[in-house]
Nanobody, 122 residues
Framework: QVQLVESGGRLVQAGGSLRLSCAAS????????VGWFRQAPGKEREFVAA????????TYADSVKGRFTISRDRAKNTVYLQMNSLKPEDTAAYSC???????????????WGQGTQVTVSS
């Protein structure tokens, strides 16, 4: 069992930056792949980015490539999503998720956080 807590979401102007954090207290978190997802009102949840347990492998949705960066600090048991050049269409509830398998974390992760709201104003 892994409990995930997201933070960092807030209102920001278009073109601005935010860094989201996904933290866990369990030491086993460092051995899990982690993904970020988002869901806008009236839309389905979509994959944003993922990172493997070691941090050496990452995947991004086309819509965020070149703007968002996922990283992890294993000493702090935290995964980050740095979001730059934000657009109004990035407005959504962002959630992190974890799974033992990197392939599975992008599709059907086992553990989910509660989410944090990001709102980008135009």
């Amino acid at each position: 069992q892994v409990q995930l807590v997201e933070s960092g979401g807030r209102l920001v102007q278009a073109g601005g930056s935010l860094r989201l954090s996904c933290a866990a207290s369990e030491r086993t978190f460092s051995s899990y792949a982690v993904g970020w997802f988002r869901q806008a009102p009236g839309k389905e949840r979509e994959f944003v980015a993922a990172i493997n347990w070691g941090g050496g492998m990452t995947t991004y949705a086309d819509s965020v490539k070149g703007r968002f960066t996922i990283s992890r600090d294993r000493a702090k048991n935290t995964v980050y999503l740095q979001m730059n050049s934000l657009k109004p269409e990035d407005t959504a509830a962002y959630s992190c998720a974890a799974d033992e398998a990197y392939g599975r974390v992008r599709v059907s992760p086992a553990y989910w956080g509660q989410g944090t709201q990001v709102t980008v104003s135009s």
